[in-house]
């Protein structure tokens, strides 16, 4: 079955700097991969996801993930952060076509300092 | 409406009372996900609609647990005899049938506010 890591439970950046929240997946097929942003006391919004093709995707808000392979990772990433994107991150898997279960990892919280 | 939305947003049990959570999904999608999130937590997947067809419910806890979709639109999820551990946060996400050309399993779902049950 498929699997998401999030190594980190938190992560701190300054405002203007770059900033990266990583994840790493389990699959046995190919990996279909998501990202979404929680804000509290609201539900999880989508911000990209890889399905094929281009290894690198551009999402919502400035934010982009590089799918590797070889890592087995889909690290997202920002140029230069914004004390709005504090928030709570989940990267999620789905494997191949006819599985209907996402999992998702235990979350990252990202704060951002002015 | 514009997005999935859930109702109640909150919701307080006493142990052993039955509860209804109802979702009503984005206009037009055929797939409906239920979700649970405890607290510090990934969401985690209960069960998939396709229209009214329940086609997974693999992730239900237990047979307290039962989810419909009679019409192919809103869905209920009925969690019976309440107990703390079903206190979390109940998600309900919604996604279009794939497009031409679109893979299928890749599609988006888009999630609601979720409803926060606390069952003391």
């Known amino acids: 079955a498929q699997s998401v890591a999030q190594p980190e439970d938190q992560v701190n950046v300054a405002e203007g700097n770059p900033l990266t929240v990583k994840c790493t997946y389990s699959v046995s097929g190919n990996p279909y991969l998501f990202w979404y942003v929680q804000y509290p006391n609201r539900g999880l919004q989508f911000l990209l996801k890889?399905?094929?093709?281009?290894?690198l995707v551009k999402g919502s808000y400035g934010f982009e993930a590089e799918f590797n392979k070889s890592q087995t990772s889909f690290h997202l990433k920002k140029p230069s952060a914004l004390v709005s994107d504090s928030a709570l991150y989940f990267c999620a898997v789905r494997e191949g076509t006819y599985n209907n279960d996402m999992r998702f990892g235990a979350g990252t919280r990202l704060t951002v300092k002015p | 409406g514009a997005g999935v939305s859930q109702s109640p947003r909150y919701k307080v049990a006493k142990r052993g009372q039955d509860v209804a959570l109802r979702c009503d999904p984005i206009s037009g999608h055929v797939s409906l996900f239920w979700y649970q999130q405890a607290l510090g937590q990934g969401p985690e997947f209960l069960t998939y609609f396709q229209n009214e067809a329940q086609l997974d419910k693999s992730g239900l806890p237990s047979d307290r647990f039962f989810a419909e979709r009679p019409e192919g639109s809103v869905s209920t999820l009925k969690i019976q005899r309440t107990q703390q551990e079903d206190s979390a946060v109940y998600l309900c996400?919604?996604?279009?049938?794939?497009?031409?050309?679109?893979?299928?399993?890749?599609?988006?779902?888009?999630f609601g506010p979720g409803t926060r049950l606390l069952v003391l």
């Open positions: 996400a919604s996604s279009h049938r794939p497009g031409q050309g679109e893979v299928r399993g890749g599609e988006t779902q888009y």
């Open positions: 890889y399905i094929t093709g281009d290894n």
